[in-house]
C-alpha cells in the first residue's frame, strides 16, 4: 500500500518554462489537495478535489491548474513558471466526511530560475 | 490575515521534559482542529486531532486542549523523546475540507 505518492522529488526550471506534477494515491479517497510550502511557512492550498472532474481553486491558485480524471491522479500542472513558485509541493488526500485526516504524499522540490 | 497562528517558531525541550506548542486562530465558526508532524524532507503526517465539541484528547504521549473562548490550541507531549524532534504544525478545517495551517513550530528535544 503505497499511500500518496508524489513524482519528481526535485526540480529545477527556467524562467517560462512549463511543467506537470503528479499526484497519485491508492486509498480509493475522494478528495485530493494540493499545498505548496514556503521557507519557514504554513502549507498553503493551491487547489482540491472532491471527486473525479471536479476541481476548485485554494487560497493561492494563481499560476497553476489541475485535472482530476480518475479518482487515483491529481496532477498540477505550472505554465510559465516564475521565480516565485519555487517551493515545496505537498499533494495530500482524504476520504470524504468532515474533520477527516489528510495524508500526504512526500513532496516535490520544485526550484525555478 | 493569519486565521492560524503559531507564535513560537521554536522550542527546546530535555528529554523526558514536557512539550508544549500553542496555536491560535480567529474564527470561533472553526470546528475541527488537527495537528501534523513533520521531518525534514518529508510530508506531513497527522498525529491528533479534536473537534470542538471536546476540550481534550489524548493519544499515548500526547494530548491536544482546546480552549474555545481563548481561540486556543495547545499540544503536550510527555514524555518528550529526541525522536519528537521535527516541525508542528496545527490546522484547522475551514470551509469544509479545506485545512488552513498554521506556521509551525520546530521542536528540538535534547538528550
Known amino acids: 500500500n503505497a499511500g500518496v505518492t508524489q513524482t519528481p522529488k526535485f526540480r529545477i526550471l527556467k524562467i517560462g518554462q512549463s511543467m506537470t506534477l503528479q499526484c497519485a494515491q491508492d486509498?480509493?479517497?475522494?478528495?485530493m489537495y494540493w499545498y505548496r510550502q514556503d521557507p519557514g511557512m504554513g502549507l498553503k492550498l493551491i487547489y482540491y478535489s472532491v471527486g473525479a472532474g471536479i476541481t476548485d481553486k485554494g487560497e493561492v491558485p494563481n499560476g497553476y491548474n489541475v485535472s482530476r480524471s480518475t479518482t487515483e491522479d491529481f496532477p498540477l500542472r505550472l505554465e510559465l513558471a516564475a521565480p516565485s513558485q519555487t517551493s515545496v509541493y505537498f499533494c495530500?488526500?482524504?476520504?470524504?466526511?468532515?474533520?477527516?485526516?489528510?495524508?500526504f504524499g512526500p513532496g516535490t522540490r520544485l526550484t525555478v530560475t | 490575515d493569519q486565521q492560524v497562528k503559531q507564535n513560537s517558531p521554536s522550542l527546546s525541550v530535555q528529554e523526558g521534559r514536557i512539550s508544549i506548542l500553542n496555536c491560535d486562530y480567529t474564527?470561533?465558526?472553526?470546528?475541527?482542529f488537527l495537528w501534523y508532524k513533520k521531518y525534514p524532507a518529508e510530508g506531513p503526517t497527522f498525529l491528533i486531532s479534536?473537534?470542538?465539541?471536546?476540550d481534550k484528547n489524548e493519544d499515548g504521549r500526547f494530548t491536544v486542549f482546546l480552549n474555545k473562548s481563548a481561540k486556543h490550541l495547545s499540544l503536550h507531549i510527555v514524555p518528550s523523546q529526541p525522536g519528537d524532534s521535527a516541525v508542528y504544525f496545527c490546522?484547522?478545517?475551514?470551509?469544509?475540507?479545506?485545512?488552513?495551517f498554521g506556521g509551525g513550530t520546530r521542536l528540538m528535544v535534547k538528550p
Open positions: 479534536i473537534s470542538s465539541i471536546k
Open positions: 490546522a484547522v478545517y475551514n470551509a469544509g475540507n479545506m485545512l488552513t
Open positions: 495530500a488526500s482524504s476520504g470524504s466526511g468532515s474533520g477527516l485526516e489528510q495524508y
Open positions: 486509498m480509493n479517497h475522494n478528495y
Open positions: 474564527n470561533s465558526m472553526f470546528d475541527y
